[in-house]
């Protein structure tokens, strides 16, 4: 099974959140709070969403930071992604 998001939305999978210390130990993330940084997955075809047009400006592959409290968790084939209105991404992080 695949997402296929409509209008707007966008298909984010959470990034790993893991913190390496200076000596070099990597501490996982479970104790944390869920970074916001993801990677797109899939992306819906824009359009006309609520009498304005809407251009996609995202890009599968893209690696974004999406607001805190925005988004539909959804668990698929064990993966647990988030969907989230274009507008709820308020950067792209490029390398």
Known sequence: MKLVPLGDRVVLKQLVAEETTKSGIVLPGQNKEKPQQAEVVAVGPG???????????????????YSKYSGTDVKLDDVEYIVVKQSDIVAVIED
Do not use: P, Q
Not at 47 to 65: A, C, P, S, T, Y
């Open 47 to 65: 359009g006309m969403v609520d009498g304005k047009e809407v251009k996609m400006e995202v890009k599968v592959g893209d690696k974004v930071i």
